[in-house]
């Protein structure tokens, strides 16, 4: 598992732009799609105009042609009626015909020159208003006006029944070059355009007569609503200011273009809000990525000083992963290593079945938990010893994907271990020497007596024989009473001979009670010296799982200074009581004595090293006992002996755990 490789950072500037970009384009896009539909509309603007246009001109010239043709009638009825003998029958002939044909004239008058009314079709008789128009009026300017110049005049537009607006034609009559009298067609204005305007123009626009104030003479449309644009051209003739106003109407249904519209800036906002939503995202993104770098740098810096060797392997046993550490302390690089299988270049051959069963045991998931001691080898072939701790590898999903070694190189500390084991050993072997050369007088003395005996009895074996007694009988006792002797003192010189030896500690399983008889068959003699009882209550035991010799080294140190203590004790109070009791998982012995006690002052020295109130002394005694009896996993302490009448003296306790048995 290489640490993966962090790519450098983008700055923020460079991701700012980044995220700037595309943004820019979509206002660049939304601005073009907006500046297209606005030029659409604008050229359909432009296009409806010019239709307008063209459609106002073809309008006026539509009526235009009407009321040219009208008037070209009326004039050839003028004509025809200066020339022509009946005029009343042609009047009435041609105009009844002319109504009939030209919807919008709705009505033709015959005037004398003095404006009366000669005749009149639809109606003979005309409406009073109708005669007055003849009066002050825009008619009778009109009269006035075609009289004057003898030729066709329109009139003003002007109102009547209500405010219907209309406009009248005149044409004068000659006969024989004088006015005869005046022919006047009436146009109502609004019929004129409800009769000339088709309906699809209407269903397009709206059509208006107005004259420069704005005051509107008749209008005709099918559509309602607001006018879009208006074109107007002079209606002039039959004029006085008459215009022609054409307003369009733009399509309701416009509303695909709105859709168009609505839909191009819903999908504008729709990208904008996902631009925002990426830029949120990539900043989310930007900021774990930080912390990732962040922790990967830590964890760079952390695997870097590790002292301590870290090694990956996945669930197949192949190695994903090693640390500086590992490596420094293989000697391989990480490149030698990552991606091997079994068996791995660090592997001692020598080791190599064992090696593969803690593999095997670990990728089982069964390793030691508190670790496991391991010989492995480094690359320029030195052995070194490594304390390899296992866990479980998780991923981030909470996988279980191999498995993470901690690896201790304790070489150095195991050196540092066997050096002090071994001079603890020297030091117990010297402390036994010591204890041996306190003894040596009374184990002397104790040789003498067996030895003392054997030549005793050899003597007397030697007087029999000089004697010339071949009586085989009286010398078989004594010879066999010799070897008894010899045999005792065989016995002692094993005792001291096993004490003092040197050997490895070794437990096995021996009887408390043997342990303590051998220690009396050594102290007795000392203790009858000093005059000091030794009484002991042993029970029935287990054996106990310890080694032999030790166990003896520490009885024999606590019996010989508790004998030690009593020395300014009464000859009569020297006792001293070896017992031992079952306490729970353990078996406590104890040494008590009746001796001089142990002031507060040294209590918290008795187990340090070299400390002595003895002048003799050396002081290891103790140290000794209570890393012996830790080696055997118990615990020995000292307390004041309380079970005394003058409350003197001490009692040391040691345990050694029952299940080690
Ligand atoms: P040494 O016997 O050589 O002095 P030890 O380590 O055996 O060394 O004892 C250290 C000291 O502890 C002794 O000098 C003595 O002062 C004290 N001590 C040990 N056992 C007893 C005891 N039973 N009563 C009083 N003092 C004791």
Redesign the pocket.
Known sequence: MTPPEIPMPTTNRRLRWLLALPKLGIVLLLAALLSLLWLLHRNEIEEERSALIKDVLWLEQNLRFHLASNEEQLEQLALEMGTLPDAERLFRLRASHMLRNTPEISQILWLTPQAMVVDALPTAHLPDEEIETFGPTAGRRAFDMARRLGKRVYSEPFFLEGNRAFIEVLIPVFQRRQLHGMLVAIYPLDTLLADQVPWWFTAKYKVELVDDNNTQYASKTNITGNGDQSYEIPFDPPGYGLRLRVTSYRTPDNSLQRLLVGAILVLGTGVFWSLWLVRKLMKKHNQAEEALRAEHAFRSAMEDSLTVGMRARNLEGRVIYVNPAFCRMTGFSRDELVDRVPPMPYWAPEHLAATYAMHDAVLAGAAPEDGFEITFVRKNGERFHALVYEAKLIDGNGQHTGWMASVLDITERKRAEELARQQQAQLQFTSRLVTMGEMASTLAHELNQPLAAIASYNTGCLNLINQGDNNLDNIKPALEKLGAQAQRAGKIIRRVHDFVRRSEPKRAPCALADVIDDCMGFIEPDARKQQIRIDTDIPALPDILADRVLLEQVLL??I???M??MNDTPPGERQLQISALCDGPEIRISVS?Q????SPE?RDQ?FTAF????PA???????ICRSIIEFHRGRLW?EANHTTTDGHG?I?HFTLPLESS
Not at 595 to 598: A, D, L, S, T, W
Not at 617 to 623: A, C, Q, Y
């Open positions: 140190n606590l010989r200074n508790g030690d203590a004595d001796g001089c006690g142990i040294i008795l400390f002595t109130t003895k002394g050396m002081g290891i005694g103790l140290s000292a001490t040391f």
